[in-house]
């Protein structure tokens, strides 16, 4: 018996929308394609996986006892080849982190670096994801460890904070030498909100006893904020290591608290099962995020 992986994975495509024609849109197949791939796979079962009517199909008795075997064969296919080019690459060794934004696009690149420079044999595969949801791919198992500016929902995954840092008040930089301080910077400006999974609805409902007539915009990227923070459209609390290099440069100012006491922001690392990877790298980030 003969069987083609383009066949299994047009089953199993099929088999999910019960429908050839959205099954050739997803595959980016001709309709006769996806019936030849699908027919050919039947003659080489010798039974009908799909009972036809028309241009409707649904699964047979025996579609649906083969379905789970398709996806265990392809997953272990894509894995397999996966792990064959790590290995073409050099890698002996894997590591897949689920990062927030807010430290992708700021600590880690560095740290990554060093890490690497210093474990050349692991593979580290990033997935960017929302603070929210990076507990529950570490509690599903499809990443070894998570870091994130929230503590995670999940009960069956260990929480730690790795990091904490001032969060600043930054505004517009109007002039080399020009400075403004915190009510100036209230009365002039929009605050940008809401760039922070953790600290905002506090923080606002402590700006609005002291600024009732204070004006927001939601903006949900730091990295957008910051954009538009440097084309005067606002100001916003942001934490240090997101602004230090716009700070350093004159692109952002730092605006000195008055009445408003800043909050803090926490890094946490999440992990369920500590690999050896996970390990080292942990060890790593508390020894450089000190120096960062």
């Known amino acids: 018996m003969y069987v083609d992986i383009k066949w299994l994975k047009t089953f199993i495509i099929a088999a999910k929308y019960e429908n050839f024609r959205k099954t050739s849109e997803e595959l980016f197949l001709t309709q ?3 019936t030849k791939h699908i027919k050919r796979l039947e003659e080489n079962l010798n039974c009908l996986l799909f009972e036809r009517s028309g241009k409707h199909i649904t699964l047979t008795a025996a579609g649906h006892r083969f379905l789970p075997y398709a996806r265990e064969i392809i997953a272990t296919f894509e894995k397999g080849l996966e792990d064959f080019e790590s290995w073409k690459q050099g890698y002996k060794r894997k590591l897949t982190i689920a990062a927030a934004p807010q430290i992708a696009s700021s600590i880690l690149p560095s740290l990554l670096r060093s890490f690497t420079e210093e474990n ?8 960017v994801l929302t603070s929210y949801e990076i507990g529950d791919e570490v509690s599903g198992g499809r990443a070894d460890l998570g870091l994130t500016r929230v503590k995670p929902i999940q009960t069956n995954i260990d929480c730690q904070i790795i990091h904490e840092e001032p969060v600043l008040l930054v505004g517009p930089l109007i002039s080399e030498d020009s400075e403004y301080g915190e009510i100036a910077a209230f009365r002039k400006y929009r605050l940008i909100t809401h760039n922070h999974p953790d600290y905002w609805d506090d923080l606002l409902n402590n700006i609005k006893r002291y600024y009732p007539i204070v004006r927001t ?5 730091i ?3 910051k954009q538009f923070i440097e084309q005067g459209l606002g100001i916003s609390y942001l934490p240090a290591t997101m602004v230090k290099n716009e700070v350093k440069m004159k692109k952002l100012l ?7 006491v800043s909050p803090t922001s926490s890094t946490y690392v999440l992990t369920k ?3 050896n990877e996970s390990k080292e790298f942990i060890e790593f980030l508390k ?3 000190l120096r960062y």
Do not use: F, G, H, R
Not at 120 to 127: A, G, H, K, Q
Not at 254 to 260: C, L, S
């Open 254 to 260: 730092e605006i000195k608290p008055d009445k408003i």
């Open 32 to 34: 006769p394609a996806v």
């Open 273 to 275: 099962v500590v690999t």
């Open 120 to 127: 050349p044999d692991i593979e580290v595969l990033i997935n």
């Open 223 to 225: 990295e957008i904020t």
């Open 287 to 289: 020894e450089s995020i």
């Open 217 to 221: 915009m939601k903006v949900n990227q």
